[in-house]
């Protein structure tokens, strides 16, 4: 094992609060653009799982985003109540719920699509530098999770 070094007990020097202001700087720099959309955030990273891959159950997209099927419910419900989505039941297995896109959900991401370069003007970096940040942070992510699950 790797000998702990002595760190700061100060605000500003450490790792979590770094993540934690920016995550919220990011949410915010995001909420103007999906307000327009009429999207939460959470509801948003949702909408990009489903878009990547329709038809799929409450578990996959709670794994996709980390989260927990009983996090992720209520926020599939509220879109299924706004028309982006159906939400059915499994016919072998009845415990499983699907999810589909309605066609107002499949037209919503016609509509997200300046979403992403918005954001990246947002941040004035580089691509180059984005990439490795996003490849940084989900290298730390895995090797956290890593940690937590022993």
């Given at each position: 094992m790797t000998q702990r070094p002595a760190l700061p007990l100060?605000?500003?020097?450490?790792?979590?609060?770094?993540?934690?202001?920016t995550s919220l700087a990011m949410t915010k720099a995001y909420k103007p653009l999906l307000e327009k959309l009429g999207l939460t955030y959470p509801q948003y990273l949702a909408m990009l799982v489903l878009w990547e891959s329709d038809d799929v159950t409450v578990k996959d997209i709670a794994a996709r985003l980390n989260l927990d099927s009983a996090t992720v419910t209520p926020l599939l419900k509220r879109l299924e109540a706004?028309?982006?989505?159906?939400?059915?039941r499994g016919i072998e297995d009845e415990r499983l719920v699907y999810i589909r896109l309605s066609k107002q959900g499949a037209a919503l991401k016609r509509m997200a699509r300046d979403v992403p370069a918005d954001i990246f003007c947002a941040t004035q970096q580089s691509?180059?530098?984005?990439?490795?940040?996003?490849?940084d942070l989900t290298q730390l992510r895995g090797t956290l999770n890593d940690y937590l699950d022993h």
């Open positions: 100060t605000l500003d020097e450490q790792l979590c609060f770094a993540l934690y202001s706004q028309g982006y989505l159906e939400r059915t691509p180059e530098f984005l990439i490795q940040l996003r490849d």
